[in-house]
T-cell receptor
Framework: NAGVTQTPKFRVLKTGQSMTLLCAQD?????MYWYRQDPGMGLRLIHY???????AKGEVPDGYNVSRLKKQNFLLGLESAAPSQTSVYFC?????????FGQGTRLTVV | EDQVTQSPEALRLQEGESSSLNCSYT??????LFWYRQDPGKGPEFLFT???AGEEKEKERLKATLTKKESFLHITAPKPEDSATYLC???????????FGKGTRLHILP
């Protein structure tokens, strides 16, 4: 049972490049979340989804897009990366009782 | 205004010295309050969910309690392996977001 798997684990992008982060869960959870974690800022919610085909904005959605075409996958896209998007990105999945996190993707934009 | 405020930001204890971490929250209707542990370079690890004032949950040396405005994570006779960042988060009834505080960095000295 893998739980929540994030791909890739590390990535370096140049300013203006695009990329997609993949989150996959095998727990049949309805809810999935994308967070970013920065020093001194804690975990901030980017976007979330309460089911296949649905997405909603979180606290810091600007510059990101998401898609939930399949229940088990939640994709986070950066269309034109900026240095301010350098961060560690965490995906989580869960139900009402709480969410379970992946191991993170460390993204550096230069 | 922050919905979730954790204190202290950092705490150093001697092994065996019990203490408490605080999480105060402001939400219109609490869906759940969540505690996580995060080790350096790892994703947050789920510990507890509390749903209503007066509820308590325990796991090994940790005990979480909840009032209408705050939650405490009590650590009894801690060991060095309890050193980590402890994160508090809340979910509101009005939406499906989970919003985190900035965490408390706990260091247990042997």
């Amino acid at each position: 049972n893998a739980g929540v798997t994030q791909t890739p684990k590390f990535r370096v992008l140049k300013t203006g490049q695009s990329m997609t982060l993949l989150c996959a869960q095998d727990m049949n959870h309805e809810y999935m979340y994308w967070y970013r974690q920065d020093p001194g800022m804690g975990l901030r919610l980017i976007h979330y989804s309460v089911g296949e085909g649905t997405t909603a904005k979180g606290e810091v959605p600007d510059g990101y897009n998401v898609s939930r075409l399949k229940k088990q996958n939640f994709l986070l896209g950066l269309e034109s990366a900026a240095p301010s998007q350098t961060s560690v990105y965490f995906c989580a999945s869960g139900k009402q009782r709480g969410a379970f996190f992946g191991q993170g993707t460390r993204l550096t934009v230069v | 205004e922050d919905q979730v405020t954790q204190s202290p930001e950092a705490l150093r204890l001697q092994e065996g010295e019990s203490s408490s971490l605080n999480c105060s929250y402001t939400v219109s209707g609490l869906r759940g309050l969540f505690w996580y542990r995060q080790d350096p370079g790892k994703g947050p690890e789920f510990l507890f969910t509390l749903y209503s004032a007066g509820e308590e949950k325990e796991k090994e040396r940790l005990k979480a309690t909840l009032t209408k405005k705050e939650s405490f994570l009590h650590i009894t006779a801690p060991k060095p392996e309890d050193s980590a960042t402890y994160l508090c988060a809340v979910g509101e009834n009005r939406d499906d977001k989970i919003i985190f505080g900035k965490g408390t960095r706990l260091h247990i000295l042997p």
